[in-house]
């Protein structure tokens, strides 16, 4: 009996111990544009209503196969620096971007209905220099997104919405995505709200399990995004995607990304995408407690 209730307190002490409830996630990409560079910076947070069980699925997924209520906040600066001559002068400008945003996510308790919010702000600053006079300007504009989600089964999701990114786009998925996907389906939607579709499956396959994504914003033009990642492990995967739209003269986007567990609750990933006339290098790390 003293063995028995060893052993029961002993595994479950092992998965109080992988078990999380708050991650935070931070990020740095640079994207190298034909004249200039960006840089863009993120964080965020994430806090789950209940705790999130890690068990033998990748732990990426975890949150998601456990079906895990969220609320997250995230913030994302991005800065542009150009310099050209004009006629002979010398002309500075440089662009600023904050972008702050709170979204969260709520699966239906005893059910498979899914239901997601965010609502997101960006400002705006551009300031220009030349011959000893400056200029300055700024903006400022809000974007959401909702969506009401099914779950036919255990790992998949199907999901439909609403987004407006004419003026402000979500901190969280330009994280996730990249700045030159997440800045370029902005543009699709026009001054209008688009109609969003969205599917995530996580499944085994072999020894091995899956991720599966696809996502499509439907406005005055189409965007869409697939992607998937092959989890080599619990803690390791690869994974690629591919990214264009429907508006005149659109570039393909084509991406690669990895992500390593260096311990249950520390993580360190890679990414890199490129275009025409942009090519973008990101690293970003993963916190849980």
């Known amino acids: 009996m003293k063995k028995l209730f060893l052993a029961t307190a002993l595994l479950a002490s092992m998965t109080a111990a992988n078990a999380y409830q708050t991650e ?3 990020s740095y990409e640079n994207i190298d544009l034909d004249e200039s560079d960006v840089n863009t910076f993120g964080i965020a947070g994430t806090y789950y209503i209940n705790p999130v069980n890690v068990g033998n699925t990748p732990l990426a997924e975890a949150a998601f196969l456990n079906k895990a209520s969220n609320i997250s906040l995230g913030y994302v600066n991005a800065s542009l620096e150009e310099e050209e001559n004009i006629l002979g002068v010398n002309v500075k400008s440089k662009l600023d971007l904050d972008v702050l945003g709170l979204a969260g996510e709520f699966y239906v308790p005893n059910s498979q209905f899914y239901v997601s ?5 960006t400002q705006t600053t551009t300031k220009a220099s030349a011959a000893g006079f400056s200029a300055s300007e700024d903006d400022d504009g809000t974007g959401y997104a909702v969506e009401v989600g099914y779950l036919p089964m255990t790992g998949l999701l199907l999901a439909v919405g609403a987004t407006d990114m004419s003026e402000s786009v979500n901190p969280l998925q330009v994280m996730k ?9 902005a543009g699709v939607s026009g001054e209008d709200t688009a109609a969003t579709l969205r599917a995530k499956y996580v499944t085994a396959v072999g020894n091995n399990n899956i991720n599966l ?14 992607a998937g990642d092959l989890y080599l492990d619990p803690t390791l995967s690869i994974g690629a995607s591919f990214a264009d739209s429907t508006e005149d003269d659109s570039d393909s986007i ?3 990304r990895a992500q390593k567990f260096i311990t249950p609750v520390a993580a360190v990933g890679i990414g890199y995408s490129t275009t025409d006339g942009a090519d973008s290098f990101g690293i970003n790390g993963t916190f849980r407690f």
């Open 24 to 26: 935070v996630n931070a």
């Open 177 to 185: 995505n990249g700045f030159v996907y997440g800045w370029g389906a």
């Open 254 to 256: 084509f991406g690669v």
């Open 117 to 121: 919010a965010a609502v997101n702000q």
């Open 213 to 226: 994504e696809s996502q499509f914003l439907i406005g005055d033009e189409t965007a869409y995004r697939l």
